[in-house]
């Protein structure tokens, strides 16, 4: 159950979660 492809895909969702938090941060 530990394919590397789905760990890569999660660990890019969260990058894209982080960034949109750092914009919102920014933007304040």
Do not use: A, R, W
Request: without cysteine; proline residues 4%.
């Amino acid at each position: 159950m530990n394919e590397p492809n789905t760990v890569t895909y999660d660990l890019s969702e969260v990058l894209k979660e982080l960034k949109q938090d750092i914009k919102e941060v920014n933007q304040n």
